[in-house]
């Protein structure tokens, strides 16, 4: 896709002459904040003005409510050089009147996907928050058109934003940078989920990792089937062993300017899933194309990392494998050794992507890192117990509960999650150090993150965020979320790298 050009508006964006000028809405007008009606949100005044004060009874007649996602159109009458008032829905505010940066994203990136036929546009939302409304207008105006035979990308090409009240312009430029490279990091991430697995596969989706790297000046490591062997990393040649198309050990190295700590980054690559021996069902298998967000995910951010020059050492380790089955295959009943020494006893081989996490768990911590974090679209019990919008936070209780807050706070969501001691007698092997399920029914998110706890060397502060759900839509797009991979959870992962950044 063609992202829109984006740029700090100069003069006041209600004289623009643009195809589409965004404002937006709240449900809290008439009888104040929480009781209901339709209100203008701040920096809509000089639009309202232009239709006499009455622009809300207008919208009002046209349906509109201020509810989160809701876009409503109002031609402007001549009104305006903008040919069409778009008003973008907030929601409720809190007590002070206040929103939230996740309702404006939201709501920018709802706009984006209704005005894509717009050559040109503009908005006040970025009056409220700039960088939320940066991010969700370049998330919601995202396609994935490389597979159509015919032309039908959209033709959003430029925004101009209103700049906040607060704040220089240098300021102001700089938010923009940095918010455009975030969202940047969240198309790409969602580029490589949505290519599909005959043409990603793990020596071509190492191949795209390693160029996107050496752009940046990254640090490139890969490993391929002869090198695994040699390294002992047994979980990842057990997985791709069934598949022509063999696995890959992606590391890829960024130091930053007066680095103040070393993170180590972990994503689970799975470029296909057929659940292997233990294949899974043929309904929905199509979408085990997303089994690759999490390894998507650490490859954007490791890039994003050198493009914002964060003051870290972060280093990435990818696993890259396709699960199939074969007479090469690996088989319930195989046992695996792993990177590192341990051995596991396969009792399932749809239980793959902890087996590839392991070695590369175990190659990552061989750094010395200060953190730990692991990304993977790991268990459907991620689903059962939490939804397709929230992920699972599993680790070291502190570290865990600092990244689940931090996810929370970009708006991609997380929940801290528990790593019951009980459950590890569940993956007690009579052959191997452990199984790579348990023989209980209940508690398979935990029981994923116990296997994996296994792996990580002691000591070391780590996180697991299963994003099983939200890694992929198969639903209808919502605000900046469109169909197919979501780019989840890039933008936590940024954050997290900000937060070690900032305060070590």
Same mark, same amino acid.
């Given at each position: 896709?063609?992202?829109?050009?984006?740029?700090?508006?100069?003069?006041?964006?209600?004289?623009?002459?643009?195809?589409?000028?965004?404002?937006?809405?709240?449900?809290?007008?008439?009888?104040?904040?929480?009781?209901?009606?339709?209100?203008?949100?701040?920096?809509?005044?000089?639009?309202?003005?232009?239709?006499?004060?009455?622009? &809300?009874?207008?919208?009002?007649? @046209?349906?509109?409510?201020?509810?989160?996602?809701?876009?409503?159109?109002?031609?402007?009458?001549?009104?305006?050089?903008?040919?069409?008032?778009?008003?973008?829905?907030?929601?409720?505010?809190?007590?002070?009147?206040? &929103?939230?940066?996740?309702?404006?994203?939201?709501?920018?990136? =709802?706009?984006?996907?209704?005005?894509?036929?717009?050559?040109?546009?503009?908005?006040?939302?970025?009056?409220?928050?700039?960088?939320?409304? &940066?991010?969700?207008?370049?998330?919601?105006?995202?396609?994935?058109?490389?597979?159509?035979?015919?032309?039908?990308?959209?033709?959003?090409?430029?925004?101009?934003?209103?700049?906040?009240?607060?704040?220089?312009?240098?300021?102001?430029?700089?938010?923009?940078?940095?918010?455009?490279?975030?969202?940047?990091?969240?198309?790409?991430?969602?580029?490589?989920?949505?290519?599909?697995?005959?043409?990603?596969?793990?020596?071509?989706?190492?191949?795209?990792?390693?160029?996107?790297?050496?752009?940046?000046?990254?640090?490139?490591?890969?490993?391929?089937?002869?090198?695994?062997?040699?390294?002992?990393?047994?979980?990842?040649?057990?997985?791709?062993?069934?598949?022509?198309?063999?696995?890959? @050990?992606?590391?890829?190295?960024?130091?930053?300017?007066?680095?103040?700590?070393?993170?180590?980054?972990?994503?689970?690559?799975?470029?296909?899933?057929?659940?292997?021996?233990?294949?899974?069902?043929?309904?929905?298998?199509?979408?085990?194309?997303?089994?690759?967000?999490?390894?998507? =995910?650490?490859?954007a951010t490791v890039v994003l990392a050198a493009k914002l020059k964060y003051p870290l050492e972060v280093i990435a380790t990818v696993p890259m494998a396709e699960n199939m089955p074969s007479g090469s295959a690996y088989r319930p009943g195989d046992v695996l050794s792993m990177y590192g020494g341990k051995t596991v006893e396969v009792l399932n081989t749809d239980a793959e992507g902890r087996l590839i996490l392991a070695d590369a768990i175990v190659r990552a911590c061989e750094d010395g890192p200060d953190y730990l974090v692991e990304t993977s679209t790991l268990t459907g019990a991620q689903v059962v117990a939490l939804g397709n919008r929230t992920a699972?936070?599993?680790?070291?209780?502190?570290?865990?509960?600092? &990244?689940?807050?931090?996810?929370?706070?970009?708006?991609?969501?997380?929940?801290?999650?528990? @790593?019951?001691?009980? @459950?590890?007698?569940?993956?007690?092997?009579?052959?191997?150090?452990?199984?790579?399920?348990?023989?209980?029914?209940?508690?398979?998110?935990?029981?994923?993150?116990?296997?994996?706890?296994?792996?990580?060397?002691?000591?070391?502060?780590?996180?697991?965020?299963?994003?099983?759900?939200?890694?992929?839509?198969?639903?209808?797009?919502?605000?900046?979320?469109?169909?197919?991979?979501?780019?989840?959870?890039?933008?936590?992962?940024?954050?997290?790298?900000?937060?070690?950044?900032?305060?070590?």
């Open positions: 896709m063609t992202a829109p050009k984006l740029a700090i508006a100069t003069t006041p964006v209600v004289q623009a002459p643009v195809d589409a000028l965004v404002i937006g809405t709240t449900q809290d007008g008439a009888g104040g904040a929480g009781q209901g009606g339709l209100a203008l949100a701040p920096g809509s005044e000089a639009v309202d003005a232009a239709f006499d004060g009455g622009l &809300v009874e207008l919208l009002t007649a @046209l349906g509109a409510t201020g509810k989160a996602d809701e876009v409503v159109k109002l031609p402007s009458l001549g009104k305006l050089r903008a040919t069409v008032v778009v008003a973008a829905g907030l929601g409720r505010t809190a007590a002070d009147g206040s &929103v939230t940066a996740e309702q404006v994203r939201r709501a920018a990136g =709802a706009a984006a996907r209704a005005i894509g036929s717009s050559a040109r546009a503009a908005t006040t939302l970025s009056a409220i928050d700039l960088q939320a409304t &940066v991010e969700g207008l370049l998330m919601g105006s995202y396609t994935f058109s490389a597979y159509k035979s015919a032309a039908t990308e959209r033709a959003l090409a430029k925004v101009d934003l209103a700049a906040p009240a607060e704040g220089a312009a240098k300021d102001h430029k700089a938010t923009l940078k940095a918010a455009t490279a975030i969202a940047e990091a969240v198309t790409t991430t969602r580029d490589f989920i949505n290519t599909p697995p005959n043409d990603l596969y793990p020596a071509s989706f190492a191949d795209r990792a390693v160029a996107l790297a050496r752009e940046v000046g990254l640090e490139v490591e890969v490993l391929d089937e002869k090198a695994l062997k040699k390294g002992g990393f047994g979980g990842i040649l057990g997985v791709g062993g069934g598949s022509a198309r063999q696995p890959r @050990l992606v590391r890829l190295r960024y130091k930053g300017p007066r680095a103040k700590a070393k993170v180590a980054l972990v994503g689970k690559g799975i470029t296909f899933d057929t659940g292997g021996i233990s294949i899974k069902p043929a309904a929905g298998m199509e979408a085990m194309t997303s089994d690759m967000s999490g390894a998507a =995910a650490v490859v699972g936070v599993m680790g070291s209780e502190e570290f865990r509960d600092r &990244v689940a807050a931090i996810a929370q706070g970009t708006g991609e969501g997380g929940w801290p999650m528990p @790593l019951p001691e009980e @459950l590890r007698d569940g993956l007690d092997s009579r052959l191997a150090d452990l199984t790579n399920v348990s023989g209980q029914r209940w508690g398979g998110m935990l029981t994923a993150g116990v296997f994996l706890r296994e792996f990580v060397a002691e000591g070391t502060p780590w996180v697991h965020l299963d994003v099983a759900g939200p890694a992929f839509n198969t639903g209808g797009p919502w605000g900046y979320t469109t169909k197919g991979g979501t780019g989840i959870p890039v933008r936590t992962l940024a954050a997290v790298l900000a937060d070690i950044a900032a305060n070590g």
